[in-house]
């Protein structure tokens, strides 16, 4: 789908970005998917990401969620 957030990029180099299609999405440099997260809404922010690594994304279902 849709991507329309600017990525993040953790401490240990993984890109994050949301999408509309309802997910949040780590994906390694050479474009390999570490890992996925699927929201209540379109994801249309940016990731936050905190020195502890927590990942911090607001989405359209109106809650601001922390993926660890």
Known sequence: DKIHSTP????DGKILF?????????????GTLRWYW????????TPAVSRDGTV???????KLHALK
């Open 56 to 62: 911090y994304v607001a989405g359209d279902d109106q």
């Open 38 to 45: 699927q929201s209540g809404g379109d994801v249309d922010t």
């Open 8 to 11: 993040a990029i953790t401490t």
């Open 18 to 30: 949301g999408a509309q299609d309802t997910h949040v999405y780590a994906v390694d440099p050479d």
